[in-house]
């Protein structure tokens, strides 16, 4: 090749070529999404009154966010729904509808995932909502899901001896789980763990939005 | 492009050529040898440290996935933290250390024009680095930001953006300074790679994380550059070395220019739009996944035009190819290009798309492409270029020997274990009469494959170091053949 101008110009403009068709344009098409309620009146705009969705994470769910992000959740866990039929996320219970652009508009890290080695967790709030089963499940997965190759987050949690009154927020675990703290102590979330449950169940696609309602059957 | 004449010879003088122009020619190409000499040491041997560092990560990670409570009790050892370091050595430690080498020398060698001021490429190189080295650590110690192929914490990217500066203009430099009339296939594919990797890496920086663009835009973004750094940063780089060490040891022209042109502008043209495809099914709108699915099939004609042009080239050659340690590894990559793309163009129709999306598959796949296909051909070029820039010899066939057929067959049972193991647990899931936790338990004999072959990959690896720190050895340790060109190179090269 003896033409260079043709070779910048052509490397230069292959990129070019993607960056806008891919992102530019994605980021005009979807940058301005905002919240918005399930229907929408006759001039297509959001209901006075009606709830606006998607809701921001409160403080303590932020918070937790963040230990999602710094233990790497995201490796094994997707955060999204796809559409019936494509795939099973359906019919294994993960939602009741799929998730749609507007979804994540709020989240300022979005990790939407590309590993199932666990269970999807967009809608893991309704689900699983009890805090305990939670607690429990990071404490020592095999407690609640035996043969997880989930690994155990104990580091999150405080094993100590038991003051003059067991702690209210204490993980039940049963006596004769050999998983069980020794007699007399017991199983205590740090902040992060609780933190990290509040974030766990503010996942939930529980509402509708005007571009995508829960879908008829199953 | 234009003329008439394919030029595509290799710029080593035909048998013709009188004593003293090889003579002369073999004087200036050791000039440029030497230019080199000093940073494209350090950058091999940064390379090598962090493919060992990278190699205990992922056995660290591999053998976590089947037996969860192995240093359960270590936060910094998580297994989301320790893949994210496992990824980011390989790519910015072996990876990108192995590219400064193997690009800025191929590009001095085929500019005929030696490195200039190499000390700021030292410098550089020390600085490239630390960043990675802070990099690592912040994602051990909790500053992982989980985007992937991202994870070191954002502190890191003005340091590794400022070191790359550096070390990718001396390419330029290199290359404006050339000697040579034309330019070689090799050096387009250099230039492109030089030139692409910053943008992306810096659009991709800001848009995910110093200025996060709204919702999906960001794994939209993500996918753009991390298929790319795969796409246009090691495949690029990896398929100049090849077409250049290809016809140079053979001793024999490149099989056709024109397939050259096209399957260069083919990449540029297709490459860059095929990430998508790991969004299929995803929240982003349709006709992106659409353009993704596109950009992936059309990248069989680049792939094919590749393959056509190199098995021409060394077709009726294989046993040269056997006996140099530099081809063996060269073409086993080369190879593996065309198999790992093909697949990879397959993975982007829906219907194959919906078994082997988010399972080990796709684990399986990537390191078909970054390791047997970029890694192989990053070590068959340090065969050939290391004792060319140190004047030195190789000590040892039979560690050569190890390294080859270790790493050829782990990555070989490697791919072959998580592409089936995959493949099962993406139907199994897709089943939803199969409860998810049978579909884990049934990973996990795969996974514990994984790692039996990611020990026979450690063995190979350790082999090679083990034969680096032999090569650097004064010379009373080493058996010192006569000249650096046995094994199969060819010598005036």
Same mark, same amino acid.
């Given at each position: 090749?003896?033409?260079?101008?043709?070779?910048?110009?052509?490397?230069?403009?292959?990129?070019?070529?993607?960056w806008?068709?891919?992102?530019?344009?994605?980021h005009?098409?979807?940058?301005?999404?905002?919240?918005?309620?399930?229907?929408?009146?006759?001039?297509?705009?959001?209901?006075?009154?009606?709830?606006?969705?998607?809701?921001?994470?409160?403080?303590?769910?932020?918070e937790?966010?963040?230990?999602?992000?710094?233990?790497g959740c995201?490796?094994?866990?997707?955060?999204?729904?796809?559409?019936?039929?494509?795939?099973?996320?359906?019919?294994?219970g993960?939602?009741?509808?799929?998730?749609v652009?507007?979804?994540?508009? *709020?989240?300022?890290?979005v990790?939407?995932g590309?590993?199932? #080695?666990?269970?999807?967790? =967009?809608? !893991?709030?309704?689900? /699983? $909502?009890?805090?305990?089963?939670?607690?429990?499940?990071?404490?020592?997965?095999?407690i609640?899901?035996?043969?997880?190759?989930?690994?155990?987050?104990s580091?999150?949690?405080?094993?100590?001896?038991?003051?003059?009154r067991?702690?209210?927020?204490?993980?039940?675990?049963?006596?004769?789980?050999? *998983?069980?703290?020794?007699?007399?102590?017991?199983v205590?979330? #740090?902040?992060?763990?609780? =933190?990290? !449950?509040?974030y766990? /169940? $503010?996942?939930?696609?529980?509402?509708?939005?005007?571009?995508?309602?829960?879908?008829?059957?199953? | 492009?234009?003329?008439?004449?394919?030029?595509?010879?290799?710029?080593?003088?035909?048998?013709?050529?009188?004593?003293?122009?090889r003579?002369?020619?073999?004087?200036k190409?050791?000039?440029?040898?030497?230019?080199m000499r000093?940073?494209?040491l350090?950058?091999?041997?940064?390379?090598?440290?962090?493919?060992?560092?990278g190699?205990?990560?992922a056995?660290?990670?591999?053998?976590?996935?089947h037996?969860?409570?192995?240093?359960?009790?270590?936060?910094?050892?998580?297994?989301?933290?320790?893949?994210?370091a496992?990824?980011?050595?390989?790519?910015?430690?072996w990876?990108?250390?192995?590219?400064?080498?193997?690009?800025?020398?191929?590009?001095?060698?085929?500019?005929?024009?030696?490195?200039?001021?190499?000390?700021?490429?030292?410098?550089?190189?020390?600085?490239?680095?630390?960043?990675?080295?802070?990099?690592?650590t912040?994602i051990?110690?909790?500053?992982?930001?989980?985007?992937?192929w991202?994870?070191?914490?954002?502190?890191?990217?003005?340091?590794?953006a400022?070191?790359?500066?550096?070390?990718?203009?001396?390419?330029?430099?290199?290359?404006?300074?050339?000697q040579?009339?034309?330019?070689?296939?090799?050096?387009?594919?250099?230039?492109?790679?030089?030139?692409?990797f910053?943008?992306?890496y810096?659009?991709?920086?800001?848009m995910i994380?110093?200025?996060?663009?709204?919702?999906?835009v960001?794994?939209?973004?993500?996918?753009?550059?991390?298929?790319?750094?795969?796409?246009?940063?090691?495949?690029?780089?990896?398929?100049a070395?090849a077409?250049?060490?290809?016809?140079?040891?053979?001793?024999?022209?490149?099989?056709s220019?024109y397939?050259?042109?096209?399957?260069?502008?083919?990449?540029?043209?297709?490459?860059?739009?095929?990430?998508?495809?790991?969004?299929?099914?995803?929240?982003?709108?349709?006709?992106?996944?659409?353009?993704?699915?596109v950009?992936?099939?059309?990248?069989?004609?680049?792939?094919?035009?590749?393959?056509?042009?190199?098995?021409m080239?060394?077709?009726?050659?294989?046993?040269?190819?056997?006996q140099?340690?530099?081809?063996?590894?060269?073409?086993?990559?080369?190879?593996?290009?065309?198999?790992?793309?093909?697949?990879?163009?397959?993975?982007?129709?829906?219907?194959?798309?919906?078994?082997?999306?988010?399972?080990?598959?796709?684990?399986g796949?990537?390191?078909?492409?970054?390791?047997?296909?970029?890694?192989?051909?990053?070590?068959?070029s340090?065969?050939?270029?290391?004792?060319?820039?140190?004047?030195?010899?190789?000590?040892?066939?039979?560690l050569?020997?190890?390294?080859?057929?270790?790493?050829?067959?782990?990555?070989?049972?490697?791919?072959?274990?998580l592409?089936?193991?995959?493949?099962?647990?993406?139907?199994?899931?897709?089943?939803?009469?199969?409860?998810?936790?049978?579909?884990?338990?049934n990973?996990?004999?795969?996974?514990?494959?994984?790692?039996?072959?990611?020990?026979?990959?450690?063995?190979?690896?350790?082999a090679?170091?083990?034969?680096l720190?032999?090569?650097?050895?004064?010379?009373?340790?080493?058996?010192?053949?006569?000249?650096?060109?046995?094994?199969?190179?060819?010598?005036?090269?």
């Amino acid at each position: 090749m003896k033409n260079l101008p043709t070779l910048f110009l052509g490397i230069f403009f292959a990129l070019a070529f993607s960056w806008t068709g891919l992102i530019l344009s994605s980021h005009l098409f979807l940058g301005d999404l905002k919240s918005t309620t399930a229907t929408l009146d006759e001039q297509g705009n959001p209901v006075e009154g009606d709830p606006l969705y998607p809701l921001k994470l409160s403080g303590i769910a932020r918070e937790g966010k963040q230990v999602y992000i710094d233990q790497g959740c995201v490796y094994c866990h997707s955060q999204q729904i796809r559409t019936k039929g494509y795939g099973a996320d359906f019919e294994r219970g993960w939602g009741e509808r799929q998730t749609v652009a507007r979804d994540y508009i *709020y989240q300022e890290r979005v990790m939407l995932g590309t590993m199932r #080695t666990g269970p999807d967790l =967009a809608n !893991v709030g309704t689900r /699983l $909502s009890s805090v305990q089963w939670h607690m429990q499940h990071l404490y020592e997965p095999q407690i609640t899901s035996p043969g997880s190759i989930m690994p155990p987050y104990s580091y999150l949690f405080e094993v100590r001896e038991i003051g003059s009154r067991p702690s209210p927020n204490a993980v039940s675990i049963p006596f004769d789980s050999p *998983y069980a703290p020794p007699e007399g102590w017991e199983v205590v979330p #740090t902040p992060r763990a609780e =933190a990290l !449950v509040a974030y766990l /169940l $503010s996942l939930r696609v529980d509402y509708e939005l005007p571009e995508m309602k829960f879908s008829e059957d199953d | 492009m234009q003329g008439t004449q394919p030029d595509i010879r290799m710029p080593p003088p035909p048998p013709g050529l009188s004593q003293v122009k090889r003579e002369a020619e073999r004087a200036k190409l050791s000039e440029i040898d030497r230019s080199m000499r000093v940073a494209g040491l350090l950058f091999v041997l940064s390379a090598v440290v962090w493919l060992m560092v990278g190699t205990v990560f992922a056995l660290i990670a591999s053998y976590k996935m089947h037996n969860p409570e192995y240093l359960a009790q270590f936060e910094w050892l998580t297994f989301g933290r320790v893949r994210s370091a496992h990824l980011n050595t390989m790519i910015f430690g072996w990876g990108n250390n192995a590219i400064f080498c193997v690009a800025l020398w191929l590009m001095a060698r085929l500019s005929r024009s030696q490195v200039r001021h190499g000390g700021f490429l030292v410098l550089a190189g020390i600085l490239w680095n630390m960043g990675v080295t802070i990099g690592v650590t912040g994602i051990l110690s909790g500053e992982m930001t989980s985007v992937e192929w991202l994870e070191m914490p954002m502190e890191v990217a003005p340091i590794l953006a400022l070191s790359y500066a550096m070390i990718g203009v001396w390419g330029i430099v290199t290359f404006s300074h050339r000697q040579t009339g034309h330019v070689y296939v090799s050096q387009w594919y250099i230039l492109a790679a030089i030139f692409w990797f910053p943008w992306l890496y810096t659009v991709a920086q800001v848009m995910i994380l110093f200025v996060p663009a709204r919702g999906v835009v960001q794994p939209i973004t993500n996918w753009w550059f991390a298929h790319n750094v795969l796409g246009l940063w090691l495949t690029p780089v990896s398929l100049a070395s090849a077409y250049y060490l290809i016809p140079k040891v053979l001793g024999r022209p490149v099989y056709s220019y024109y397939l050259s042109v096209i399957g260069f502008w083919a990449l540029a043209l297709f490459y860059n739009w095929a990430g998508i495809h790991h969004l299929i099914g995803g929240p982003i709108p349709i006709w992106l996944q659409s353009a993704g699915t596109v950009a992936s099939v059309m990248m069989t004609i680049p792939v094919i035009v590749v393959a056509i042009n190199h098995h021409m080239t060394v077709i009726g050659s294989f046993g040269t190819v056997w006996q140099s340690p530099t081809l063996r590894f060269v073409v086993f990559g080369a190879m593996s290009y065309t198999a790992v793309s093909l697949i990879g163009s397959a993975m982007a129709l829906r219907e194959v798309n919906v078994v082997t999306h988010f399972t080990h598959f796709t684990v399986g796949h990537a390191h078909h492409g970054v390791y047997a296909f970029f890694t192989m051909i990053m070590f068959g070029s340090i065969y050939f270029i290391l004792p060319r820039l140190i004047r030195r010899n190789w000590p040892s066939a039979g560690l050569i020997s190890i390294h080859f057929w270790s790493c050829a067959l782990g990555i070989t049972g490697y791919v072959v274990a998580l592409s089936i193991g995959g493949w099962i647990q993406g139907l199994e899931m897709n089943n939803a009469e199969i409860p998810f936790m049978t579909v884990v338990r049934n990973t996990v004999p795969w996974l514990t494959a994984r790692t039996i072959f990611g020990i026979l990959i450690t063995v190979g690896h350790s082999a090679f170091f083990i034969h680096l720190v032999w090569m650097l050895l004064p010379e009373r340790f080493r058996r010192v053949p006569s000249s650096y060109d046995s094994f199969g190179a060819d010598p005036i090269a």
